[in-house]
């Protein structure tokens, strides 16, 4: 499990292979957890969707061009 900003927890699952995010803030499901699950494709596909919202909001913030060359994306 890997934590983003002390909060976010993202892992795997073994069984299932997807992808879960849990967040404090997410509505509790039957279990009491706050969990999302993604496919591995959705995951992929949120974690696209992320680095391009995080350029376009870091250039506009340093006024700089985005970078999306990133190694590995």
Do not use: C
């Not at 983003?4 to 803030?25: K, L, Q, Y």
């Not at 993604?38 to 992320?50: G, I, M, N, T, Y």
């Amino acid at each position: 499990m890997d934590r983003v900003a002390g909060v976010v927890e993202v892992w795997r699952t073994d069984d299932t292979n997807e992808v879960v995010i849990n967040h404090p803030a997410l509505k509790p499901d039957s279990k009491g957890e706050g969990q999302i699950a993604f496919s591995p494709r959705s995951a992929r596909h949120l974690a696209h969707l992320l680095i391009e919202y995080a350029a376009d909001a870091e250039a506009e913030a340093t006024g700089m061009p985005p970078n999306l060359d990133m190694p590995g994306f």
